[in-house]
């Protein structure tokens, strides 16, 4: 079955870093693109970014461009989400999930078929 599974969250100041992990498994890796999303508590989930399944294109929110960056590594069956600059709004649980979907790629949660179980990002001002 298809498995999602995120680490690397933690308690960070801001202006710091982390990057995020999403180990997949269950499918084949190489034929989705992925994406990243957050929750921060009372909140709605948002998009942050998404990549296509080769890794050649990238899609960011507004309110992260410039300061986190996603890539996946197809052998590895791992997308990653680098969050550079940190900010205490960047908090919120964040989770990575897959879509079947491709041209364009989504930014909307329901266009996303299998979700990770979250990891959490805490950062302090």
């Known amino acids: 079955q298809v498995q999602l599974v995120e680490s690397g969250g933690g308690l960070v100041q801001a202006g710091g870093s982390l990057r995020l992990s999403c180990a997949a498994s269950?499918?084949?890796?190489?034929?989705?693109?992925m994406g990243w999303f957050r929750q921060a508590p009372g909140k709605e989930r948002e998009f942050v970014a998404a990549?296509?399944?080769?890794?050649?294109?990238?899609y960011y929110a507004d309110s992260v461009k410039g300061r986190f960056t996603i890539s996946r590594d197809n052998a590895k069956n791992t997308v990653y989400l680098q969050m550079n600059s940190l900010k205490p709004e960047d908090t919120a649980v964040y989770y990575c999930?897959?879509?079947?979907?491709?041209?364009?790629?989504?930014?909307?949660?329901?266009?996303?078929?299998?979700w990770g179980q979250g990891t959490q990002v805490t950062v302090s001002s």
């Open positions: 990549i296509r399944w080769s890794g050649g294109s990238t």
């Open positions: 999930a897959r879509t079947s979907r491709t041209i364009p790629i989504p930014t909307m949660t329901w266009a996303y078929d299998y």
């Open positions: 269950g499918f084949t890796f190489s034929s989705n693109a």
